[in-house]
Each structure stands twice: as C-alpha cells, then as structure tokens.
C-alpha cells in the first residue's frame, strides 16, 4: 500500500473515543460521521463523480465501520479494506494511515469481477513491517455483516457495529476475558446508553481526516513502468492521458511530456 503524505495535525477532523468497558473486558469506539460523510459527498462532486446511491449508501457503512477500526488499533499501522459484493454488483475500497489520521477510498461500480460469493479482503502494515493479507467470504449486502465476519474468522474475535443514531456510530470488540453473552446480546439502544449502565474508561481520542495523498508525482510514479513498457500503447496519439487515482478515483492529467522529463530525472 502506498503510503499516505503528511497532513497538517492542526486541521480539523472527527473525533473518534475509544473506551474500554470495564467488567467487560471489551473496546468501546464511537464517532459521529457526519463530517467524514461530508468530506465524501464534497470529493465526489470536486471529482464529478455519481456512484449509484445504493452504492453511496454502503460506502457510508463501509467507510464509519473502517474509521473506526482504524482508531482501534496501534498507531503504526496502515489498513486497506477490499469489500467485493456480487448483489448489488461493486466493490468497494477503502485505506487508512493511523500516523497520520488520514482515510480514504472509493467505490468501483465497472467492471467488478463475478465471483462465486462475496469476498472481504484486508491487507495490514505495522510499521516497516511486511504486508500481511487475509481474507473472508460473507453473505448480504451489508458491509457492517462484512466487517463483524472478518473479525470473527480473520481476527478471530467477535466484533459488534451498531448506527447509535443519525450518522453515528459505534463498535464494539471483544478483549481477552469478554463477557461474549453481554456483547452478542447488545443492541443499538443499549450501546446508546452505555455511559449509564456500564463503567467506561476513557481510552483515546484520535482525529479521523478524508485524505489520500494522491498528487501529480505520484502518479508519474505509477505510469513510469508503462511508458518504459510500452510509450505506444499508453499515449498512442494523444499528447495526454486521464488517469484515477487507485485509492480515491480523484482525476490526475498526465502529458506525455511531464511523464518523459520525469523518466529521464529518474533513470
């Protein structure tokens, strides 16, 4: 995964907390997403782009369940989520830096592959560490259902996601010794009044910001093994090319002029 670059620690954000739940034993995250939301609704009109709203809709999901994974974990550590779903047909993407508090992604509604089930696939940095990849099958539409089974077979833990309100969000994970009856008999009310019916420590409060990082050279970067590939086949007639960024689909143009003078400053 590429790394994210470097976003300014005074810039405004959402405030995830972490708590945990004392007698227990588990990990309590919450935020309220509206902000991150519209962070995402202003990057799709910037780059105008119209995902189905059905499609909108699951990112939302997808994208308050992965912020707050992100803000459960160390803060070493880079996440990308891949959720493919065969009904609706899309995938969905997201990324994540905790240094640095930076989230991302996007949908890919064109040509999303047929498979003979849904697939949840994770890929983790910590550190300078190696990639490490797993993956999980799940049923529905439901990113939520994606997330709570990854946890289940992947991080072999039991996870709960619940919308506490409008465009609120909490999950809660389990830690050694959790009461699993409590959590898998909680619901969105009772994780509503938490604060009242069970002792909560303050943990963490992190700051979750929509960015990718995506720039103009970084782009070169990645067109540069094509043009020494193959010039012919990635400009043909064209003195410029349009390219998505992979990790957010903002809109780069390359020339082909800036992409050899960058070829030849990096030999």
Same mark, same amino acid.
């Given at each position: =995964? ?11 954000? &959402? ?26 609704? !202003? ?14 809709? =699951? +990112? ?7 912020? &707050? ?8 550590? =880079?996440?990308?989520?891949?959720m493919n779903f065969q009904q609706p047909l899309?995938? #969905? +993407? ?24 849904? &697939? ?7 550190? $300078?560490?190696? /990639? $490490?990849? *797993?993956?999980?099958? +799940?049923?529905?539409?439901? @990113? ?9 077979? *992947?991080?072999?833990?039991?996870? $709960? #996601? ?9 999950? #809660? ?29 303050? !943990? ?15 782009? &070169? ?9 193959? /010039?012919?086949?990635? +400009?043909?007639?064209? @003195?410029?090319?349009? #390219? ?24």
């Open positions: =995964m590429p790394e994210s670059t470097p976003v300014n620690p005074a810039a405004s954000g &959402l405030e995830v907390s972490t708590y945990f739940v004392r007698g227990r034993n588990a990990l309590l995250a919450q935020a309220d997403c509206s902000d991150l939301f519209v962070d995402f609704y !202003l990057h799709l009109s910037d780059q105008k782009m119209k995902p189905e709203p059905e499609h909108v809709a =699951m +990112f939302k999901r997808a994208l308050a369940a992965f912020t &707050l994974h992100c803000a459960s974990q160390p803060r070493n550590v =880079m996440t990308a989520w891949t899309v995938n #969905i +993407f997201l990324a994540g830096d905790n240094e640095f508090g930076a989230v991302t992604g996007r949908v890919f509604e064109d040509n999303v592959k047929r498979l003979p089930a849904n &697939l949840f696939y994770a890929d983790v940095v910590r550190g $300078r560490g190696e /990639p $490490r990849r *797993s993956s999980v099958d +799940f049923t529905g539409a439901d @990113p939520v259902v994606a997330v709570e089974k990854f946890y289940a077979q *992947s991080e072999q833990r039991t996870a $709960r #996601i619940f919308e506490t309100g409008e465009e609120c969000f909490a999950m #809660i994970t389990e830690h050694p010794d959790c009461d699993l009856a409590w959590l898998r008999g909680l619901t969105a009310e009772a994780v509503t009044k938490l604060a009242e019916t069970e002792t909560l420590t303050l !943990l963490e409060k992190r700051v979750a910001r929509w960015h990718c990082g995506c720039n103009q050279e970084r782009i &070169l970067q990645v067109l540069l093994p094509a043009l020494r590939q193959d /010039p012919a086949a990635l +400009f043909g007639e064209d @003195p410029k090319i349009e #390219i998505r960024c992979p990790r957010c689909a903002a809109r780069h143009v390359v020339t082909r002029e800036a992409l050899e003078a960058y070829a030849a400053e990096h030999p």
